[in-house]
């Protein structure tokens, strides 16, 4: 469940009046008209362009229900005018508006604490409190099977991702993380001594760029260089969500995955939210219609997006619950490979062997496949070429259907309660069974 961070509203918009009894975040942007959410309309924010109505971005164009084919890497450079507006405004909110994630004041918890695996949460108490402090993501998003891997982080922020998964992939792996706003980077910069040091590691192991997501070629990263990228409530933030999957996959290795939390819609959001500013700093005018990310995914050639898990957000300003109207919104984590072009796939029984530090008994691999150690399992075509091409390959042992697999005490198939696909379907289901988090677990919330 989100509440919406009134210092945001503030920061983006702009207010006349505090909030009563609130924090106050920080700065206000040059040039803007303040006034307080829950008011009347905010009609005094001033155009965002000549021409621009009130409270209004220039009309939405990729990733916003109409998504373009980015012909190109590279093209995310030359922000059009609305993205540079865009870009501004949620630079001045993390850079210079929030201190701490208790600024947001929102409740955006959307991992279920039980869910985190030991030794991730022992990782996440190694990081230091000032990155811990600044993180501002909505999901978890640290994936299995990690030692060795290279990763990057798109939109890290004060890198607390970046340091969880620094220690689980190890000496000999590697985490990139890059971000627009200097002054989040300046914080993760400032701790990788701290780090190294704490994990024991004679040479650092990660390393923030400050760049655009849009155009990662232009921060040096390579192409096909890393076995996974990963984002925590960002894309949502980017105009361009086609720009910055495409920049994904090409920067991803044959096999490798990009896993990401971010916020979508049940619906492609009409113009009123899409061009409404504080939605869009909000995290939710923003947000791409669920059904959306199934489209460009296939386009830009990753597998089907594999749903890993979702959480309802709701919303509790009465303005802006008016502006949203019907729309609903939800903070989920999907997983998309990105496979080499073979022959044709075949349904395949596989049997995990363990061995995946944290998972060695069970692996969770998104909300429709659960691999028990030594247990049987029926998987369809797409699944079995992910197992069969990514890093899961060396844990499990696959065969055709058809061949004989070695005798095991359980046998389980894909049943038929179908497989699961909306993020809003699974969040319903699961919504009431899952606790909120606690901040010194998974933390974070989206603002
Ligand atoms: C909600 S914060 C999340 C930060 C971090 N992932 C975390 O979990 O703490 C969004 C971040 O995305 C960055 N960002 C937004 N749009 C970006 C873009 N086009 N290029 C690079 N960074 C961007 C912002 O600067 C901000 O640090």
Known sequence: MIRLPWNLLEAV????????GGRRGGVRPAGTTWYRLGKPAPQEIRPARPGAGPREFAACGTGCGSPQVMASRGQGDMAAPREAEIRKAVQTYYGQVLKKSADLQTSACV??????????REALRNVHEEVSSRYYGCGLVIPECLENCWILDLGSGSGRDCYVLSQLVGETGHVTGIDMTESQVEVAKKYIEYHMEKYGFQTPNVTFLHGYLENLEETGIKNESYDIVISNCVINLVPNKQAVLQEAYQVLKHGGELYFSDVYANLELPEEIRTHRILWGECLGGALYWKDLAVLAQKIGFCTPRLVTANLITVQNKELERVIGDCRFVSATFRLFKLPKTGPAERCQVIYNGGITGHEKELIFDANFTFKEGEIVEVDEETAAILKNSRFAQNFLIRPIGEKLPACSVSSALGSK???TDPFKLAGE??????????????GCCP
Do not use: Y
Not at 13 to 20: K, V
Not at 111 to 120: F, G, S, Y
């Open 111 to 120: 991992t279920a604490a039980r869910l985190v695996p030991k030794h991730i």
């Open 430 to 443: 699961s919504d009431d069974v899952k606790p909120r988090c606690s901040s010194d677990v998974a933390g």
């Open 418 to 420: 179908g497989i699961i």
């Open 13 to 20: 918009a702009g207010s006349r009046n505090p909030r009563p």
